[in-house]
């Protein structure tokens, strides 16, 4: 699949990189409307000078063999790059997230099915061998039985520069999204109300709300609680999260790429297939192997889709239940209060 890069800030260098030695597309171009930034491309040995363009319309006049797009210009651009290749006949993989609105996610989606193209949002949380095992444990394998109560802490201190240092919501919108999407695929649960409050400590480098207290509820009962930080001056945490999930049969427990089950009954802690039992009710649970993990995986799973006419995991449509446990946090967070989803 022949594929163009738009945008090649921080974030989307590291992804040119993984185009260019993919299996899975073949890098035919790449667009930045700064001169740096192609130049940049350029010296990096991963295109040549023929391959850069300034703007996608440039490049779709003179590059007319092309499949699809990976966006990863700034949130605030991502309507008009997606509409232009969609219009275009061209699939999209946009990172996350989708749109900076649901409204404008909900166009692109609507626009993709009008032109019977793939979009999908590039959550490559999903795709990391942890993840896969906590989903197989509470979906598949029921370990816990009915999830009811469920913690989710997050805390990093990254430096950045560019547009997320400008953001009002920072830590909700570009960095809990990755989360609260684990939220509905790890735990296969649709929250159905929110309650947040964000915050920005004195000491954040961030001109908005780096922290925040999130609180999901679902309809089949589970109560799921968030606490994040992008400016976190205590222990760090992996960019997963520490989780723990309870239920009626038990607790798992997903700490730095470590899984542990917690059996509430021994027939449970004795049948688990492949966990390691360690004291009383503790048993590891080792990793499931995946052929390709987070962007990488991200990019196998978008290739797929294409070539096998088949909706892909995070599709545009799926991913705008994501959005809107994004979006209504934000809004709880404006309104003081809850907020139906």
């Known amino acids: 699949m022949k594929i163009v890069q738009v945008g090649l800030g921080f974030w989307g260098r590291g992804w040119m990189q993984i185009l260019a030695g993919s299996d899975d597309v073949q890098l035919v171009a790449v667009v930045d409307n700064d001169e740096s930034a192609r130049a940049w491309a350029v010296g990096s040995g991963a295109v040549n000078a023929g391959m850069v363009f300034a703007s996608l319309s440039e490049c779709l006049s003179r590059v007319t063999d092309v499949d699809s797009v990976l966006i990863t210009v700034p949130p605030s651009a991502h309507l008009d790059v997606a509409l232009e290749a969609i219009e275009n006949g061209l699939a999209c993989l946009v990172e996350k997230p989708l749109a900076p609105t649901l409204d404008e996610a909900a166009t692109i989606v609507s626009e993709a099915d009008r032109k019977n193209c793939v979009v999908m949002a590039a959550q ?16 598949e394998r029921k370990a816990v039985g009915a999830v009811e109560r469920v ?84 222990p760090l945490t992996s960019w997963d999260g520490s989780w723990t999930i309870e239920g009626d049969r038990g607790c ?68 705008l239940n994501t959005l809107a446990m994004v979006f209504g946090a934000v809004k709880s967070h404006r309104a003081g209060g809850l907020v139906p989803l």
Not at 154 to 170: K, V, Y
Not at 208 to 221: K, P, Q, T, W, Y
Not at 299 to 313: D, G, N, Q, T, Y
Request: charged share 20%; hydrophobic share 40%.
């Open 252 to 319: 798992v427990t997903w700490i730095a790429n470590r899984v542990k089950f917690y059996a509430h009954y021994i027939d449970d802690s004795v049948y688990l297939d492949g966990a390691i039992e360690r004291n009383g009710n503790e048993m590891d649970v080792p990793l499931r192997e995946l052929q390709f993990e987070e962007r990488r995986g991200t990019l196998h799973e978008f290739a797929s889709a294409v070539a096998e006419k088949r909706i892909p995991v995070c599709s545009g449509r799926d991913n």
């Open 151 to 234: 913690s989710v802490r997050f805390g990093a201190a990254p430096s950045f520069t560019g547009f997320r240092l400008s953001m009002d919501e920072p830590l909700i919108v570009d960095m809990a999204i990755h989360h609260f999407d684990l939220m509905r695929a790890v735990l296969g649960v649709e929250p159905t109300e929110v309650y947040a409050h964000s915050f920005n400590p004195s000491w954040s480098p961030f001109q908005g709300n780096a922290c925040a207290n999130v609180e999901f509820r679902c309809a089949a009962g589970a109560t799921i609680n968030y606490q994040g930080s992008w400016c976190e001056r205590g």
């Open 124 to 139: 490559n949380y999903r795709f990391k061998r942890a993840a896969a095992t906590v989903a197989w444990l509470v979906n």
